[in-house]
């Protein structure tokens, strides 16, 4: 890619997921977690207005760094870019994938969990990507272990992160930055508790910056 994805993001060492059933709920969680200083955001593909979304957020908040997350194909890729999508994250890593991606021109991480998925982005010449999911493949115990073989791989952890082992995830040298939905419950948006979607992102905001200067 022409650049990568730790040299653009804004703001602390995390990756919020946004996934809203319309954009103005994209727009108002994107808000509550820019409040509590959050500089950068991952819209999910996984609901019918995501790329909708995307558009809306750029345009509301022009500051805040707007990904797309769930890339799972070269239409997701194109259409995400389209969209005004800044950077894409993939769960996954195929040829096709990591090739279109590369196409877009835009900063990515392809998912991985494991070695020879590792060693495949880094014969197309990447030197970030998603770990994910992260808890389930190992965490912690497996990013060390990966750091001895995959000495110029940075990670970005996701799955299973939440305020208790944020810390943990953010103080490895091969992290990043951290993404999940944690900042962003599904039982505080459907009841539109933003207070509290800033509450949760300033908390995280305070760790991050604190480990990750
Ligand atoms: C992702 O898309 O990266 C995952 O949904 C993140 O997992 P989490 O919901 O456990 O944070």
Redesign the pocket.
């Known amino acids: 890619p022409s650049s990568t994805l730790s040299s653009v993001i804004k703001g602390p060492a995390l990756l919020p997921?946004i996934q809203a059933d319309t954009p103005h709920e994209a727009v108002a969680i994107a808000k509550a977690l820019a409040d509590g200083g959050v500089g950068s955001v991952?819209v999910?593909l996984r609901t019918r207005q995501a790329l909708a979304a995307i558009t809306a957020i750029r345009t509301a908040l022009p500051d805040l760094l707007v990904g797309a997350?769930?890339v799972l194909s070269a239409t997701d890729a194109n259409a995400c870019k389209a969209a005004g999508a800044q950077f894409l994250?993939s769960?996954a890593s195929t040829a096709k994938l990591l090739e279109a991606m590369l196409a877009s021109g835009l900063p990515f991480v392809p998912g991985v969990a494991t070695p020879s998925e590792i060693a495949m982005a880094q014969e197309y010449g990447l030197r970030e990507v998603?770990f994910?999911?992260a808890?389930l493949s190992g965490g912690i115990e497996m990013l060390k272990a990966l750091s001895g073989v995959f000495q110029q791989m940075k990670f970005c952890p996701?799955?299973?992160?939440?305020q208790h082992n944020l810390a943990e995830f953010l103080a490895l040298p091969n992290v990043f930055v951290a993404?999940?939905?944690?900042l962003t419950p599904a039982s505080m948006v459907q009841t539109q508790q933003w207070s509290q979607i800033t509450a949760l992102a300033a908390a995280a905001t305070a760790i991050a910056r604190q480990i990750k200067t």
């Open positions: 997921i991952e999910v997350g769930t994250v769960p998603k994910f999911p808890h996701t799955g299973g992160i939440g993404g999940g939905s944690w």
